[in-house]
């Protein structure tokens, strides 16, 4: 018989089989091969301090394909500079913001994803083409989360809460109809698709470094008269907060086992909430937990006597990565009480296992003072 809505011959026996086809299909995106792609970095600038620009500017030139800038500036030697550089620039006076350009941007970039990056901002040497050429090569993923770091000298960060970690929406595709745009200043896109972060490298912030506190102020002024109660001056006038800072000439390299290093001061306040970057190696037994749902990093708290303190902790999901070595950061809550602890970085597949335990992870503690 002929199904004339269909246009295809079937046979009377044929009918039988609707019973043995199940009607929810698992689909495992793991399957999706990916593609190579291409990237567009953006930076919008006034080019106020044109050195620092024109540096940040060649340090980018081996991880794109195209370079773009928009200037907001009437500056001709600025320009002329500039386009010495870029591949593609563009002069826009007057918006004053990023987030004031996102339309621009999105017109200026011909590529397939777009990575922005502000004039104070740099790229930690993690980052590498080879690395950014894996994330869009993703065919799964529309956005990238990056951390930030907040320098106040030049190997000197804020590792505690609210700047780290400061995670920026930097990196997604070009392509407007995914996308919500942002209405106010400091506020991301939004990206309709799956999101993930990336830990293997960060994006450096050296405003609290290159500017001072004058400046600051000045920048907090502005920002409060464009979007009252929107002058982040907790971050720009962190002097006046109580921070937690990490060295990074103090890393230790003592290693932990599978745990390369743990970035955290061995000194701690306790009334502060710190992040911890870790490095480590995966092995390739546990390389299959990481891409399951129930499958989280968390960590672990003993006392000097090596007696648990406290076992359960927030659970993290594993950031996307390529290769044998993650970089993770990491929130801790610290204990209530001053003392020597040691903190454990653990894997846990919930109701299952604690790799550390199970012999999959051979993770050591890391001796800290809590005041």
């Given at each position: 018989?002929?199904?004339?809505?269909i246009g295809i011959s079937a046979t009377p026996s044929s009918f039988g089989l609707e019973n043995k086809i199940a009607t929810?299909?698992?689909?495992?995106?793991?399957?999706?091969?990916?593609?190579?792609?291409?990237?567009?970095?953006?930076?919008?600038?006034?080019?106020?301090?044109?050195?620092?620009?024109?540096?940040?500017?060649?340090?980018?030139?081996?991880?794109?394909?195209?370079?773009?800038?928009?200037?907001?500036?009437?500056?001709?030697?600025?320009?002329?500079?500039?386009?010495?550089?870029?591949?593609?620039?563009?002069?826009?006076?007057?918006?004053?913001?990023?987030?004031?350009?996102?339309?621009?941007?999105?017109?200026?970039?011909?590529?397939?994803?777009?990575?922005?990056?502000?004039?104070?901002?740099?790229?930690?040497?993690?980052?590498?083409?080879?690395?950014?050429?894996?994330?869009?090569?993703?065919?799964?993923?529309?956005?990238?989360?990056?951390?930030?770091?907040?320098?106040?000298?030049?190997?000197?960060?804020?590792?505690?809460?609210?700047?780290?970690?400061?995670?920026?929406?930097?990196?997604?595709?070009?392509?407007?109809?995914?996308?919500?745009?942002?209405?106010?200043?400091?506020?991301?896109?939004?990206?309709?698709?799956?999101?993930?972060?990336?830990?293997?490298?960060?994006?450096?912030?050296?405003?609290?470094?290159?500017?001072?506190?004058?400046?600051?102020?000045?920048?907090?002024?502005?920002?409060?008269?464009?979007?009252?109660?929107?002058?982040?001056?907790?971050?720009?006038?962190?002097?006046?907060?109580?921070?937690?800072?990490?060295?990074?000439?103090?890393?230790?390299?003592?290693?932990?086992?599978?745990?390369?290093?743990?970035?955290?001061?061995?000194?701690?306040?306790?009334?502060?909430?710190?992040?911890?970057?870790?490095?480590?190696?995966?092995?390739?037994?546990?390389?299959?937990?990481?891409?399951?749902?129930?499958?989280?990093?968390?960590?672990?708290?003993?006392?000097?006597?090596?007696?648990?303190?406290?076992?359960?902790?927030?659970?993290?999901?594993?950031?996307?990565?390529?290769?044998?070595?993650?970089?993770?950061?990491?929130?801790?809550?610290?204990?209530?009480?001053?003392?020597?602890?040691?903190?454990?970085?653990?894997?846990?597949?919930?109701?299952?296992?604690?790799?550390?335990?199970?012999?999959?992870?051979?993770?050591?503690?890391?001796?800290?003072?809590?005041?």
């Open positions: 018989m002929e199904d004339s809505n929810f299909i698992e689909q495992d995106e793991k399957l999706i091969k990916p593609r190579e792609s291409s990237i567009s970095f953006v930076v919008v600038t006034r080019a106020v301090h044109l050195d620092r620009l024109l540096s940040l500017l060649h340090s980018l030139i081996p991880l794109k394909d195209e370079l773009c800038v928009i200037l907001d500036s009437t500056d001709k030697h600025a320009y002329e500079e500039v386009l010495k550089v870029a591949d593609r620039v563009e002069v826009i006076v007057g918006k004053g913001y990023p987030e004031h350009c996102a339309i621009d941007i999105l017109n200026l970039c011909t590529k397939e994803w777009i990575f922005r990056i502000d004039d104070d901002e740099t790229l930690s040497e993690e980052c590498t083409r080879e690395l950014l050429q894996q994330y869009i090569s993703d065919r799964t993923k529309a956005a990238y989360w990056i951390p930030r770091k907040w320098y106040i000298s030049s190997t000197e960060y804020i590792a505690t809460s609210p700047w780290l970690p400061d995670s920026q929406m930097r990196l997604h595709r070009n392509l407007p109809a995914i996308m919500n745009l942002p209405n106010h200043i400091h506020t991301h896109f939004g990206v309709v698709g799956k999101n993930a972060v990336i830990h293997q490298f960060c994006i450096q912030h050296w405003d609290l470094v290159w500017n001072s506190r004058e400046k600051r102020e000045e920048k907090v002024r502005y920002y409060e008269r464009l979007l009252p109660g929107n002058g982040c001056d907790c971050y720009y006038l962190y002097e006046t907060e109580n921070i937690g800072t990490f060295c990074e000439e103090t890393a230790d390299s003592r290693g932990y086992g599978d745990i390369i290093s743990i970035r955290l001061p061995e000194v701690m306040k306790k009334e502060l909430s710190y992040t911890a970057e870790i490095e480590l190696n995966i092995p390739e037994r546990v390389k299959p937990l990481l891409s399951k749902k129930d499958v989280f990093f968390s960590y672990h708290w003993f006392d000097h006597k090596g007696e648990v303190y406290g076992w359960e902790y927030p659970r993290f999901e594993p950031p996307a990565f390529f290769g044998d070595r993650m970089r993770l950061f990491m929130p801790v809550q610290l204990p209530a009480t001053a003392g020597e602890y040691q903190l454990q970085i653990d894997i846990v597949e919930e109701f299952v296992q604690w790799c550390s335990q199970s012999g999959l992870l051979e993770s050591r503690p890391k001796t800290v003072l809590i005041e």
